[in-house]
């Protein structure tokens, strides 16, 4: 009897116990029951937000591609226009030299064409003619090499065009061997004088002062009719100003104005001597 009373605590606990655990796990199903939705929607809208970031991302992976496309286009393009606009003023100056020899050649038959009123009527006195001797028939001429102008002047107008190009596109190394090799293949082709100019400005911008002087003297020298010659003499003036040296730069400013007096590099002359001539004074003094 005793020891059925001191086992019936034990079995009490037990049975409360089994109840607790019991409701405790009621508790949770029914907390699990009452989040489930919750939880369910949550994860519904991840998901639909990682498919949106996926469909914006693959969305944006488009677009940069289309813009890839585009910029390559535009540079296609740019590329082009650079070539075309060396070509156009390659042409230019072809005209324009071809305009100055038609014009000094005017000149010059107009000079020695005599006038009417002082034409004089000469008497030719005839003499009898001598017998000439025939060439022996076994001597054949010299034979003179065939050369192709029209090949070689494209040939020199596709180097002059491609060593520009390379100096507008900042690779001056490139440039320069380019107008160097034109130079020595063509020295004297119809794109020499530019190819000595555009070299002048090609060792500028790798700053060459010194080369960049003889090759705009170059142009000054030996191309008094060049369409870059004026050009030339304000680049040796500014180059003088660099090195100052302020009384060959008013030289050449000088030269140019006179020789080039209604060009718009004269006009740029002009002012630039005024400064030299005239520099401005401080406030005060």
Known sequence: MIRRL?????????????????CATDNKKASWDQDKPTVTQSIQD???????????????????????????ALEAL????????????ALSAQIEGLQRKQAKKLRSSSAHTPSPAHTRVTTVKKHPAQPVAAAPADVAPPSQPVVDTAAQADAEKNAYTAAYLALKSGRYDEAANGFNKQ????????????????????????NDGAKALNAFKYVVDHYPSSVKHAAALFKMAQISVDNKQPARAIEYYKRLIQEHADSDMAEQARAALNALEHPATESGQ
Do not use: H
């Not at 991840?46 to 910029?71: C, H, K, P, W, Y």
């Open 183 to 206: 130079l020595d293949l063509y020295p004297k082709g119809e794109y020499s004088d530019q190819a000595w100019y555009w070299l002048g400005e090609t060792r500028l911008a790798q």
């Open 46 to 72: 991840i998901q639909s937000e990682q498919q949106r970031l996926g469909d914006f991302n693959r969305l944006q992976a488009a677009e940069v591609a289309s813009l890839t496309t585009r910029m390559d």
């Open 78 to 89: 740019n590329q082009e226009y650079q070539l075309q606009q060396a070509q156009i003023q």
């Open 6 to 22: 001191q086992a019936l605590p034990a079995a009490v606990f037990l049975l409360c116990l089994f109840f607790l655990t019991a």
